[in-house]
């Protein structure tokens, strides 16, 4: 079964300073998608990013870029430059998806960062 | 264009009670999916959505819960006689088609969250 793990509950950055938030996984699959999520205290969940296992390129989008390492099977996101609007939790999740029998993201615990000045 | 909306925002209810959850997904998306996020958690899948059809019922719990779609756009999930433990924030999501490959993007909507009393 597809697993997500988070091993940061909880992470602390100062404003401009660039983070890390961790995230592994394990499938057995050769072809998966990688997701991150930002979810803040509003509690909607905020699409940021996205990784295919045959991408040959880590994934950016603006200040997010994921720091992808096949072999190792981790996903982390980088964020750069952060913001005081990045304090939230942020989701790791991998889509499973078979077809048309099938389709779900398996999500990580999250990890709570917040940004201080 | 509009995101996916949920409503209500906020129910309470007591315990045994019915209650119905309204998800309305992004114009043109095909796909639909619900989650539960238990407070600290990630959201779990409950089910998902192609057209009409329910493609994946694998989340949910147990008979309790039901969930339709009937003309393809809106969803509504349904919990008979609940219970205090099915508290919690229910998510729903929406994509283009998953057919179209492994980068297909849900996109959620604000949640709507339960209390059972």
């Known amino acids: 079964a597809q697993k997500i793990t988070q091993t940061q509950p909880g992470m602390f950055v100062q404003e401009k300073e660039a983070v890390t938030l961790d995230c592994t996984y394990d499938?057995?699959?050769?072809?998966?998608?990688l997701f991150w999520y930002k979810q803040p205290s509003s509690g909607e969940m905020i699409f940021l990013i996205y990784q295919g296992s045959y991408d040959e390129q880590n994934a950016t989008e603006g200040r997010y870029s994921l720091n992808f390492q096949k072999a190792r099977k981790s996903a982390n996101l980088v964020i750069s430059a952060s913001q005081l609007g990045d304090s939230a939790m942020y989701f790791c999740?991998?889509?499973?998806?078979?077809?048309?029998?099938?389709?779900?993201?398996?999500f990580g615990t999250g990890t709570r960062l917040q940004v201080f000045p | 264009g509009a995101g996916v909306s949920q409503t209500p925002s906020n129910k309470v209810t007591e315990k045994g009670k019915y209650v119905e959850l309204r998800c309305d997904p992004i114009s043109g998306h095909t796909a639909l999916y619900w989650y539960r996020q238990s407070l600290g958690q990630g959201p779990e899948f409950l089910i998902y959505f192609q057209g009409t059809g329910a493609a994946d019922d694998s989340g949910l719990p147990n008979d309790r819960f039901f969930a339709v779609r009937p003309e393809g756009s809106v969803s509504t999930l349904k919990i008979q006689r609940t219970e205090r433990g099915d508290s919690a924030v229910y998510l729903c999501?929406?994509?283009?088609?998953?057919?179209?490959?492994?980068?297909?993007?849900?996109?959620f909507g604000p949640g709507t969250r339960l209390t059972v009393l």
């Open positions: 999740a991998m889509r499973e998806f078979s077809s048309y029998n099938t389709d779900k993201l398996i």
């Open positions: 499938t057995s699959d050769q072809s998966y998608g």
């Open positions: 999501a929406s994509s283009w088609n998953p057919g179209q490959g492994i980068s297909d993007t849900q996109y």
